[in-house]
Every structure is written in C-alpha cells, then in structure tokens.
C-alpha cells in the first residue's frame, strides 16, 4: 500500500522534553515536508527537503529541526524551544522539479504538551 | 513574500445551493494555484489545479490575474461536499526550489 506513514498519531510531551515525529514514504518521492495545522492558522511550513541530505527551512522553523539522510524518511523533533508546540503536525512529499503543487499527505500526528 | 487570503472561515448553504469559496493572492510572479479538500477523518488531498482548468466533484475554479484571485465554485452543494477546503499557491523561493503556501482555510457546511 502506498503512501505516507506518520507515527505515532497521538503524542504527550512533557515540558522540556524533545520529541521525534516520524515520517516515512514510499512514493519514491525526492521532496518532503512537515506542516503545522493549527485551528484558523492553516498550515505553515516548518521544513522542507527537495533531496537527500539537504533541507530548508520553512516559515516557522524555530524550535524544531529535521534530517534526511534517507530519501524515504523525514523526521521532526520539537525541540524544547519550541515555545508553543502542541499542535497537529502534516508530513508530505511530492516528486521535484518546477513547481509541481501535488503534495501527498500523511494522516498526521497530535501533539499535546502536558 | 507569497500570501494566500481565504476570507471566510467558515461557509453554511444549503443543499442545491451555489458554492463560491474565495481565494485572494499576493505573488510577484506567475503564480500556480490549487485547491486542496480534507473531508471529515481524511487526508489532505488536491482537489484541483488551475493549469488542468478541468472541473472535479462538480467544483471549478479559474484563476483571475486582474483581481489576483482564485474562487473555488459549484453549482450545486451537495451534503458530501461539506468539508474544510484550503486554497494554495506554489511559488518560487529560490536555490531552485518551489513553496506551497497555503491559506488559513473554509470550513463548507452543507445544510441538508
């Protein structure tokens, strides 16, 4: 089946802590992202990958960072920087080129810092 | 600096009715536009893209340059259609790559 695996769905966090948000695909994609979906805000774009070994940031990077040293895998740790960081989190991947605009998404996954 | 402008947080018609979702943009270039749909406990996926001009599930949408905006409209609603709907425009950001921005959203609700 393929598609985007987000893990886990459901997260608690204590204050301070860091946490891993796992995301991985199979669509052979060479671009990936993590979203923010907050109520009202949209989405906003933390970090993005066009290739292996390389990311960007995005418009609210601060607080989280990624890695990509697989082309299949994305994850995205919170940080304790992150000063407001319970919220729903989007992993997506699309192929490269110019402009594409088809992002693919994961099912998400819930943030809660107690 | 791209920008998506959705100005309606959340939209009620009834069943039968029109459907206009608004989109606004602020780009400097040429934009590519698209519109993407999350219906209750799914994913969020494409709905459609303004390069195919193709119409999906009954919805349209064409891109206006002069007003820089890009509605999202339906003849007829339909219960199913209710869902939250996102605009998004993908525009160049530089070192070769392409950013999706996307508005805050419209929630359609489709009074039976």
């Known amino acids: 089946d393929g598609g985007i695996t987000q893990s886990p769905k459901y997260l608690f966090r204590k204050e301070g802590q860091n946490v891993t948000l796992s995301c991985e695909q199979n669509l052979n994609h060479d671009a990936m992202y993590w979203y923010r979906q907050d109520p009202g805000q949209g989405l906003r774009l933390i970090y993005y990958?066009?290739?292996?070994?390389?990311?960007q940031k995005g418009d609210i990077a601060e607080g989280y960072s990624v890695s990509r040293e697989k082309k299949e895998s994305f994850p995205l740790t919170v940080t304790s920087a992150q000063k407001n960081p319970t919220a729903f989190y989007l992993c997506?991947?699309?192929?490269?080129?110019?402009?594409?605009?088809?992002?693919?998404f994961g099912e998400g996954s819930r943030l809660t810092v107690l | 600096a791209q920008r998506v402008t959705q100005p309606e947080k959340l939209l009620s018609v009834f069943k039968g009715a029109p459907v206009e979702l608004k989109c606004n943009y602020s780009?400097?270039?040429?934009?590519?536009l698209f519109w993407y749909v999350q219906y209750s406990r799914q994913r969020l996926q494409l709905l459609l893209r303004?390069?195919s001009r193709e119409s999906i599930k009954g919805f349209t949408a064409d891109l206006n340059k002069g007003e820089t905006s890009f509605h999202l409209k339906k003849p007829f609603a339909q219960e199913e259609d209710s869902a939250m709907y996102y605009c998004a425009l993908s525009g160049y950001s530089g070192a070769g790559s392409y950013q999706l921005t996307f508005g805050k959203g419209t929630k359609l609700s489709v009074i039976p």
């Open positions: 990958s066009q290739i292996v070994n390389d990311f």
């Open positions: 997506a991947s699309s192929t490269s080129g110019a402009n594409t605009g088809e992002l693919f």
């Open positions: 303004h390069i």
């Open positions: 780009y400097s270039g040429s934009p590519e």
